[in-house]
């Protein structure tokens, strides 16, 4: 399952910034495209949940990243 | 010119001083990139949103740069420079939601962070933000996110470790400069985390993955060129993702031996109420302009919150997490704001680390103030760490012009408790010895008896 993952990952041949100075890490790489494969089925069924949610006039963001998330500090 | 030894990593450009003024130099390099993230508006929304400090751009060459340079950029400054192994746990939590906030708004302008360092993160009125503008390069679609690793090692590894195993393990960042390596951290946490799911894959996995591939390097092609194509949409997810394994870090805060100190001290609530107006009036009659105070063994910032009325920042310092977590979310949440909480241990604080110790600083070469308040914490030092008080005094006068300090005699419960297991071996360890002792340093400007206990509080002026 893993292997098959990460084959459908490595698909396709990509070039950094001109800038880019860290190592990234082979393994960082292949993990992050497995984990953001997974999470984007997640957040794409968040995103329509909220969508739901706002029908029914319900508020909420299923960003937890968005503007509105700075507005919970108060200072 | 004065280039501070912390910047040297990335080659876009530079810090250093100028008239006791932090810039930092843009490089030719970096050009198309900088000024595409100044045009984009990704800069202004940024600072908009209070997540990266402001600049502005030194055009009229009063201030020279290398050969290399493209722009200098005078920064908002930040008074006291503190550290990841310096910061509580929510300090650290918040400073790494920061990091993901920046990195989604990048995102939303065609950029992308191509670091993901703590070092990029410092407080400025009780909140963290991002100081490194020059870590946004433009975003490739279809690139994966360069600095996820670093991410991981910078903040995910020690929130979780401080998380599940120890709050003091945040402490391994000082002897990791490039945050906790991901094989450590998946050593040290707890067996149960291998059923948390972001614990699990961020970083137990991303461990055996990191080392299988170490190990066949030479096999593969540069991670850059190769591996994983990532869409917009997957790095957004991912960055959600990231945001939630965050979020879902708490820490239980023990029950600790500072932890209640407030509720349960030698003090009624008279005598706490004089203390606090002693050391109003004390700080008060300095005649000084103060900017910056440190408070030594701050506990959860009682103290601080009153020099906070003098000062324009206190750095509030203790050797406790839980107390440091406390004094943080107080003042976060309800002021006052120039409050600075740091975990400090008086007895061996922050060493210099990095390449030739000069990357980041020592705790003692940040720690020049023009005030600092010790109170209830010298019979800690001089008698559960046998500092001689000489050699309090002298390192207290290396560092500041004024001294509120608080002696605690050998009657006092404190201390008695401090003595009940050990033997007496301080005989100079009383009020003339410890007046003597400071007199090497310093002038008694005043004192007066604490109300309702055996403690004196003094304000001394540092011997010129």
């Known amino acids: ?75 | 010119m004065d280039t501070l030894s912390s910047s040297f990593r990335d080659p876009s450009g530079f810090v250093f001083l100028h008239d006791k003024i932090v810039h930092r130099q843009v490089n030719n390099s970096f050009a198309a990139s900088y000024d595409a993230f100044v045009s984009s508006g990704l800069y202004d929304k940024l600072v908009e949103r209070k997540l990266l400090v402001a600049h502005e751009e030194i055009t009229d060459g009063s201030v020279a740069g290398t050969r290399d340079c493209y722009r200098i950029l005078k920064p908002q400054q930040i008074p006291f420079i503190s550290y990841p192994y310096e910061w509580s746990f929510s300090q650290l939590k918040d400073a790494a939601m920061l990091t993901l906030k920046v990195q989604h708004e990048a995102i939303r302008h065609g950029f992308i962070l191509k670091d993901a360092s703590a070092y990029n993160v410092q407080f400025l009125d009780s909140r963290p933000v991002f100081i490194d503008t020059l870590s946004f390069d433009t975003y490739t679609p279809g690139t994966p996110w360069v600095a996820y690793k670093q991410f991981c090692q910078h903040f995910l590894a020690p929130l979780a470790l401080m998380a599940h195993t120890d709050v003091e393990l945040s402490k391994l960042m000082i002897s990791h400069i490039d945050g906790v390596p991901l094989p450590l951290a998946s050593k040290l946490l707890p067996f149960k985390t291998r059923f948390n799911y972001a614990i699990a894959t961020h970083i137990h996995l991303h461990s055996r993955m990191q080392q299988q591939h170490a190990d066949n390097a030479l096999d593969d092609t540069p991670a850059t060129s190769k591996h994983s194509s990532l869409s917009e949409q997957s790095l957004k997810a991912l960055m959600e993702a990231l945001a939630k394994a965050v979020q879902k870090l708490t820490w239980k805060m023990p029950d600790t031996e500072w932890g209640d100190y407030y509720e349960n001290t030698n003090y009624s609530d008279r005598a706490g109420e004089e203390k606090r107006d002693l050391v109003d009036r004390l700080l008060g009659s300095i005649p000084d302009q103060l900017t910056v105070v440190q408070d030594f063994g701050a506990n959860t910032g009682e103290f601080s919150r009153i020099a906070a009325k003098h000062s324009a920042l206190v750095v509030s310092q203790d050797i406790d997490p839980v107390a440091v977590e406390m004094n943080y979310r107080k003042s976060a949440a309800g002021g006052p704001v120039n409050i600075l909480p740091l975990i400090q241990d008086f007895s061996s604080p922050s060493p210099a680390i990095g390449w030739g110790n000069a990357e980041r600083d020592s705790f003692l070469q940040r720690s020049h103030c023009d005030a600092l308040l010790v109170l209830a914490l010298v019979h800690h030092l001089a008698i559960s760490n046998n500092v001689p008080l000489s050699n309090i005094a002298a390192l207290f006068a290396s560092l500041t012009q004024w001294l509120v300090i608080e002696f605690v005699p050998k009657e006092d419960s404190q201390v008695i408790r401090l003595l009940a297991t050990r033997e007496d071996i301080f005989p100079d360890y009383t009020r003339d010895g410890f007046e003597a002792a400071f007199r090497q340093n310093f002038t008694i400007e005043d004192s007066s008896p604490v109300a309702e206990s055996e403690r004196t509080l003094y304000l001394m002026k540092t011997r010129t």
Do not use: C, H, N
Request: aromatic share 10%; proline share 1%; charged share 20%.
């Open chain 1, 1 to 75: 399952m893993l292997r098959t993952l990460l084959a459908l990952t490595a698909l396709l041949s990509v070039s950094q910034g001109a800038s880019a100075y860290l190592d990234p890490g082979t393994g960082s790489m292949i993990l992050q495209g497995v984990i953001a494969a997974i999470a984007v089925v997640g957040f794409t069924i968040k995103s329509y949940w909220y969508k739901i949610r706002s029908f029914f006039g319900k508020g909420g963001s299923a960003s937890l990243l968005d503007d509105d998330e700075d507005e919970q500090r108060s200072d």
